[in-house]
């Protein structure tokens, strides 16, 4: 579990290396969920994993940690406690992770971009922005 986490990690932070604003960052971490269409079994394994597994340490836990903290030093995100906030992407990772298990024909690249534009909103973004940021990370390849 650890490994894919991290090979999941890498994949994005390959996608990404060049983006510099935390908030299209955190963006890109939370709409990264769209590849559940392209790695179905990884998203499997992600289903029947202990929820406290995919929110602790690796994978890209510390990737979202880096990108709430630098949004609030840089002003883009409104929240007090960048930890607490990192509750709004963990909670929603655990919620869409439940909806595909329950619905595995749900939309994924609907269902991701909408998450990353509710947590850009939850973190203090404004709605027209969220949604843009939201919008600009497309589905990865397979």
Known sequence: ???????????????????????????????????????????????????????????????AKRDVEEGVAAGRFSVVDPVIALTAPNGSLLALLKLWCNQPEADSGQAAGARAEMVLDMLGLFPNEARDLARRHPPAAA
Request: neutral net charge; proline residues 6%.
């Open 1 to 63: 579990m650890a490994d894919a986490l991290k090979e999941y990690a890498q994949v994005i932070d390959e996608r990404l290396h060049s983006v510099d604003d935390p908030a299209e960052r955190l963006a890109g971490v939370c709409g990264s969920a769209r590849v559940a269409d392209s790695y179905p079994k990884f998203m499997q394994i992600l289903c029947h994993s202990l929820p406290g597994r995919i929110c602790r340490g690796g994978g890209l836990v510390p990737r």
